[in-house]
């Protein structure tokens, strides 16, 4: 069954560095994701991505964030300063279609900003 | 504010017994609505969805409800499992938009 693949699972930073979350949605997959879920908390919508550009963002993901799809395979999410509440679990998610149909998380990125 | 929620946190079930998972949501636009299994260190695993022009939906072992009128979904688990033991989520999409919203979640615990 197609997976998306997220790499790395578990991402140890400095506070105030930078960071690259990588994402390699399924191949015939048209719309990205990324959404987040702190410790213990419920899973939240970042952004999302279509057409090389961003269809929609929450008030999470201010200028601190960006999203990328630097080829025709991996969809990155970079966060340009971290902060100590940026430590979360970080999931990309790929869908065929738009509005949610058919939704593939992947395994995620733990983020630990220390 | 938070659109989306569940009654109780944590379920522990009787191996073998029917799962009851309730979520109550806040946004009469909501038009689609998903159930998501979530196992320790994985991402959300997708267990079944549901639109809101109908009621009752059931895939294998598990049924969805949906209540418009008092805004309610749940998920049934028939005879429960072992490997069913995880977090519950309920999200909801309100249909002019691309993002899910999460209710907080129920861990269910299966008890051999």
């Known amino acids: 069954e197609p997976e998306v693949t997220q790499t790395p699972s578990h991402q140890v930073t400095q506070m105030g560095q930078e960071v690259i979350l990588r994402c390699v949605p399924i191949?015939?997959?048209?719309?990205f994701y990324w959404y987040r879920q702190i410790l213990g908390q419920k899973v939240e919508f970042l952004v999302s991505?279509?057409?090389?550009?961003?269809?929609?963002k929450s008030e999470i993901f201010d200028d601190q964030f960006s999203v990328e799809r630097p080829d025709g395979s991996n969809f990155t999410l970079k966060i340009r300063s971290t902060k100590l509440e940026d430590s979360a679990m970080y999931f990309c998610a790929s869908s065929e279609v738009g509005r949610n149909y058919g939704y593939t998380f992947g395994s995620g990125t733990r983020l630990t900003v220390v | 504010g938070e659109s989306v929620g569940l009654h109780l946190p944590t379920l522990s079930v009787q191996e073998g017994d029917n799962s009851i998972i309730n979520c109550a949501y806040s946004?009469?636009?909501?038009?689609?609505f998903i159930w998501y299994k979530q196992e320790s260190g994985k991402g959300p695993q997708f267990i079944i969805d549901?639109?809101?022009?109908?009621d009752k939906r059931q895939g294998q072992r598990v049924t969805v409800l949906l209540n418009k009128t008092v805004k309610h979904l749940s998920l049934q688990i028939a005879a429960t499992q072992p490997g069913d033991s995880a977090v519950y989520f309920c999200?909801?999409?309100?249909?002019?938009?691309?993002?899910?919203?999460f209710g907080a979640g129920t861990t269910v615990t299966v008890r051999a």
């Open positions: 549901i639109r809101s022009n109908m």
């Open positions: 991505f279509y057409n090389n550009e961003i269809s929609e």
């Open positions: 191949s015939n997959h048209l719309y």
């Open positions: 999200a909801e999409n309100k249909g002019d938009d691309y993002k899910l919203s």
């Open positions: 946004n009469s636009a909501s038009d689609y």
